[in-house]
C-alpha cells in the first residue's frame, strides 16, 4: 500500500493550492481516505475526509475551521484523492497528510484510526 502526496506549496494568504494524494496498492473504492496535516512540535490534526465508489454518492467530512473553504473530491479512475484549498489563511500553514482505512461500513470518519499514511507535502501560507 502507498500513498503519495503532491501539491504543496508557498503560497500568499487568500490564495488557492490543490493537493494530490495517488494511491496504489489495494481496491481504492474500499477505503476511506483522509487529509490531515500537523504543524512541528504540536499534534496532527484532521482535515476531511472521502469515501466514494461507482455505485453510490461520495461522502466527505470536514473540520469546522476548513469548511467552507476546502473541497475533498476523489477521481476513482486515477486512485486520486484531491483536496482543493482556498481562501488560504497563515494558520493552514502544516504538513499535509493523505491516510486510508478499509472501510467495512461505506462513509468515512474523522478522527478515526487510519492505517495507512503517505509522507507529506508541506504547505506554507504567508500574509
Known amino acids: 500500500v502507498q500513498l503519495v502526496e503532491s501539491g504543496g506549496g508557498l503560497v500568499q494568504a487568500g490564495g488557492s493550492l490543490r493537493l494530490s494524494c495517488v494511491a496504489s496498492?489495494?481496491?481504492?473504492?474500499?477505503?476511506?481516505i483522509g487529509w490531515f496535516r500537523q504543524v512541528p512540535g504540536k499534534e496532527r490534526k484532521e482535515v476531511s475526509c472521502?469515501?466514494?465508489?461507482?455505485?453510490?454518492?461520495?461522502?466527505?467530512k470536514y473540520t469546522e475551521s476548513v469548511r467552507g473553504r476546502f473541497t475533498i473530491s476523489s477521481d476513482n479512475a486515477k486512485n486520486t484523492v484531491y483536496l482543493q484549498m482556498n481562501s488560504l489563511k497563515p494558520e493552514d500553514t502544516a504538513i499535509y497528510y493523505c491516510?486510508?482505512?478499509?472501510?467495512?461500513?461505506?462513509?468515512?470518519?474523522?478522527?478515526?484510526?487510519?492505517?495507512?499514511w503517505g509522507q507529506g507535502t508541506q504547505v506554507t501560507v504567508f500574509s
Open positions: 472521502i469515501t466514494s465508489n461507482p455505485s453510490n454518492p461520495s461522502i466527505t
Open positions: 491516510a486510508a482505512y478499509l472501510s467495512s461500513v461505506y462513509g468515512c470518519n474523522i478522527p478515526y484510526d487510519y492505517e495507512y
Open positions: 496498492g489495494f481496491r481504492f473504492e474500499d477505503f476511506a
